[in-house]
């Protein structure tokens, strides 16, 4: 049976899409990522951020101080490169509100294009330093991704997407999940932080066993 993988993550957090990467990569080296289903959850990282988010400058000053973040930017860039990920957070302006980035993963979860989306939100946010705080934007993203633009836009207005975003949430506090990326396997077993390739084969193999080779032609 095909192998599930259920992340909570934020669309913002450079390590969850370095951990996605990293992921990918050791699915690759198994030949199982045909057969795997990977599931965003949401953990936002800023939820009392305003609506329209907020300058990352002045963010990143208040979080960490300019210099501290700095240093931060140059060690992830550096990250990045070894996974094929050219961050650029020179041209990054805001640091945006996820709240419906998130309902749109959740509204593309039920179509099987959520890991196709997350994939463009973390592109189009660290890459291309677009602001995916904003709907119209957002909106252009999951056109790319196959989601029609007046059912992105319903999809963000969704009070039942809003609640499920907060239920899911919630129920990572309940799972004392504290930091992202938290991925759980079938159910079973977790892995927290952006683990590198080598750990994931290391882990997946100790936990599934022969299985892992086999599961692609289950």
């Known amino acids: 049976m095909p192998l599930t993988i259920a992340v909570f993550s934020d669309v913002i957090c450079p ?26 959850l949401p ?30 930017d140059q060690q992830m860039r550096a990250l ?3 996974e094929g990920i050219s961050f650029a957070f020179d041209r990054m302006l805001r640091t945006p509100n996820t709240r419906r980035a998130h309902m749109l993963l959740a509204r593309a979860t ?21 602001d995916i705080g904003d709907p119209d934007t957002l909106m252009e993203i999951a056109a790319a991704s196959g989601i029609e633009r007046d059912v992105a836009r319903h999809a963000m207005e969704s ?6 975003v907060v239920a899911m ?36 193999q100790q936990n599934l066993g022969v299985e892992a080779k086999t599961r692609q032609s289950a």
């Open 15 to 40: 390590w969850c899409y370095v951990g996605k990467r990293r992921l990918e990569r050791a699915l690759d080296q198994l030949e199982i990522r045909s057969t795997t289903s990977v599931q965003w």
């Open 80 to 82: 990045g490169q070894e």
């Open 169 to 204: 949430e919630q129920q990572a506090s309940e799972l004392r999940i504290s930091g992202v990326p938290f991925f759980i396997i079938d159910e079973k077993w977790a892995v927290s932080g952006a683990q590198t390739a080598e750990q994931w084969v290391s882990a997946l």
């Open 43 to 72: 953990f936002e990282l800023n939820p009392d951020l305003p609506e329209r988010g907020i300058e990352r400058a002045l963010y990143r000053a208040r979080k960490f101080g300019a210099e501290r973040s700095a240093q931060l």
């Open 159 to 164: 009070d039942d997407l809003r609640q499920q």
């Open 110 to 130: 039920q179509e099987g294009r959520a890991d196709q989306l997350a994939d463009r939100f973390f592109r189009a946010y660290f890459e291309d330093a677009r």
